[in-house]
């Protein structure tokens, strides 16, 4: 997103300057409605408190967007006993499978024991990449060959996990069918084989959104939060050029807690959820 610092270069708070920061807000893919409340809380802001230079302006502004989340603080959900099961869901490219691996390392440097689930069995390539981020992580893998059954292979990864008391399950599955309805029933499926196996519904489940998909994104989780139980959000790549303020949207329609972020392709990237730190991060 443009820089707030170049916009105010010329140190002067006028009607052009909010007409520059209306338009880097809508180049950020936030909502065009979400976008005139930001900036009429931003003239208030700048006639109570009688705001004059670039850091001023810079922090209401990062204190209006970091404030629409008023979500309470959302770690991930771990059980008390067994294997915590987490299931990935979301549209291929979005960055399941690395997000899985990037977590599975951080999993991994606790000391935790983590079993990587490949229920993306529609394409070979992202059980390939699968194993290799078990092996890079080194967290335990199950698979099967491509075309498997995806809840079959997710039920044999918690039987393993709790044969083995291993102490995660992470498990990829499918982003595209042949229909989206034959999809978002797989997805209802998995739910239903993973409570069977697991005793319990997955202990979250999490959307992958990838912040370059603008207000498609929005869309995208209308979808999977009617279909597949979502309990949480990540939101991927926000090292591209929208920097997601789809985000905004997504959390004031359908309030579903956010729980990760990733920013760049590392694996210390891959980082929980801070309102006040994506909201400078949309601005850098």
């Known amino acids: 997103m443009q820089s707030v610092d170049r916009l105010m270069g010329r140190g002067v708070i006028d009607e052009a300057l909010y007409e520059e920061l ?3 807000l809508l180049q950020a893919d936030t909502n065009v409605n979400t976008v005139r409340e930001i900036l009429e809380e931003l003239r208030r802001d700048v006639r109570s408190q009688k705001i004059k230079d670039v850091v001023g302006i810079k922090a209401a502004l990062q204190s209006s967007i970091a404030l629409r989340f008023t979500q309470e603080a ?12 987490y299931l990935f869901v979301g549209v291929n490219g979005a960055g399941k499978t690395t997000t899985i691996g990037k977590l599975a390392q951080r999993l991994t440097k606790q000391g935790k024991r983590v079993l990587l689930a490949a229920g993306d069995t529609f394409r070979a390539a992202a059980i390939e990449q699968l194993q290799i981020w078990a092996e890079r ?6 698979g099967a060959q491509p075309g498997a059954d995806t809840s079959s292979v997710i039920f044999d990864a918690i039987n393993a996990a709790i ?6 399950v992470l498990a990829d599955t499918a982003g595209r069918q042949h229909t989206k309805g034959n999809l978002m029933a797989e997805l209802q499926k998995v739910a239903r084989v993973t409570e069977k196996a697991l005793g319990r519904p997955a202990h979250e489940v999490l959307l992958v959104l990838d ?3 603008g207000q498609n994104a929005i869309r995208q989780a209308e979808e999977f939060i009617a279909s597949a139980g979502v309990t949480g959000l990540v939101l991927t790549k926000l090292d591209g050029t929208a920097r997601g303020g789809a985000l905004i949207g997504v959390w004031e329609k359908f309030h579903v ?12 990237d891959l980082r929980d959820f801070d309102p006040a730190r994506f909201s400078e991060q949309m601005f850098v």
């Not at 044969?163 to 995660?168: E, G, K, L, T």
């Open 22 to 24: 209306e338009e880097a």
């Open 257 to 268: 807690p956010i729980k990760l972020v990733g920013i760049g392709e590392k694996v210390e």
């Open 137 to 142: 992580s080194g967290a335990e893998f199950i």
């Open 163 to 168: 044969a083995r008391q291993a102490d995660f």
């Open 211 to 213: 912040a370059n998909t």
């Open 74 to 85: 959302s770690p991930l959900a771990v059980a008390p006993s067994g294997p915590t099961v």
